[in-house]
């Protein structure tokens, strides 16, 4: 049985066939942990970020809030080639409060909040871990497309996101028209000057207590980035203590001493020497589409990071057995067979287990 420090750590599940998403990624006190509560819109066309919630028929067309942003670079250079913003739906998960760029010296933000892999909503950026430190680039750039993929927020922006856009909220991302006048006039009026005096007086009193866990696989690798893509800072040996910064799947933000990266979260245990993750399980070889029907023409209810953790319910739903149905965090649906591998995943316990 794992212990209590898992279950207040990682998400639980009802059961097999019925994951449940949960506030377990988001160690401060979340003001929303209901994640049908808001959909959010990210319109890359007019570098605007749009919070609904639902009518009084149940659709989401009530706007509650609405942000201007910093996007993915669209054009690029052979020194600085295109990053743009990843288009599609997908599922709020990892955040951290003041996070550095493990893959840039001197780069720091605010309220991290996961959109997929290295994609997150989070602040414009700090030279330091220290809120008087924001630099006047990123303040300025704001309204255009500049990022390398993240989307940057003023601070009391990403903070809103950061404490009510909870674990398995829906993001989509989406290129609407140019709408005259609609960036310009989410932008602050305050100068870059006032703005840090303003912005200084955003902060959180108590802090986070680092988690502690430990490299279960011999040779696990860590990146500067949530992707096997990204380059590799060091092995560590199996028993090697780490300091989680970021909760998710299917990676955990750690440092090791003074050095932060990224591991996958199969490759740790919150038990040192009790493996909680299997070699057999269910992940995604590829980001892929969870769909309605097992039908590639059916509607697309999500994109599927890869090496994320799934769960089969069902398999050789058609004739042909190309397709299986799996839950995705909440969210059942249907994926081609071919996409779904066996090999380390994460367990995560169900309530019957825990009861």
């Known amino acids: 049985m794992i212990k209590s420090t898992l279950r207040n750590a990682m998400v639980l599940l009802l059961a097999a066939a019925m994951l449940l998403p949960a506030p377990a990624y988001a160690r401060d006190e979340m003001q929303n942990t209901d994640p049908d509560k808001y959909y959010i819109e990210v319109d ?133 028209s140019r709408q005259k006048g609609l960036t310009s006039s989410l932008k602050t009026d305050m100068d870059f000057d006032e703005y840090v005096e303003f912005q200084a007086n955003i902060y959180d009193e108590e802090p986070l207590e680092d988690l502690t866990a430990w490299i279960s696989v011999d040779r696990t690798e860590m990146r500067t980035g949530n992707g096997t893509n990204d380059k590799l800072i060091k092995k560590l040996d199996k028993d090697t203590e780490v300091k989680v910064l970021q909760e998710g799947d299917p990676w955990v933000k750690v440092a090791v001493g003074e050095r932060e990266g990224y591991v996958r979260r199969c490759y740790i245990t919150y038990e040192k020497g009790v493996m909680q993750s299997r070699e057999d399980g269910y992940f995604v070889a590829g980001t892929q589409y969870l769909y309605a029907e097992p039908d590639t023409k059916a509607e697309k209810l999500y994109k599927v990071a890869r090496h994320s953790t799934i769960v089969v319910t069902e398999e050789d739903v058609d004739e042909d057995g190309k397709w299986v149905k799996v839950n995705y965090w909440g969210t059942e649906g249907y994926m081609q067979r071919r996409y779904i591998k066996t090999g380390w995943a994460t367990i995560y316990e169900t309530e019957e287990e825990q009861a």
């Open 44 to 176: 890359t066309g007019n570098q605007v970020v749009t919070v609904f919630q639902k009518d009084d028929e149940g659709e989401y067309t009530r706007i509650v809030r609405r942000f201007v942003c910093t996007t993915g670079k669209t054009k690029g250079t052979e020194e600085d080639p295109a990053s743009p913003t990843p288009g599609g739906k997908w599922k709020i998960g990892a955040r951290e409060r003041f996070g550095k760029f493990a893959a840039f010296e001197g780069e720091y933000s605010r309220y991290w909040t996961q959109v997929v892999g290295g994609i997150y909503f989070h602040s414009i950026m700090f030279g330091k871990r220290d809120v008087n430190e924001l630099k006047k680039s990123p303040f300025r750039n704001l309204g255009n497309a500049a990022s390398h993929g993240c989307i940057r927020l003023y601070i009391e922006d990403a903070k809103w996101l950061y404490d009510n856009a909870c674990f398995g909220t829906t993001v989509n991302i989406v290129t609407r």
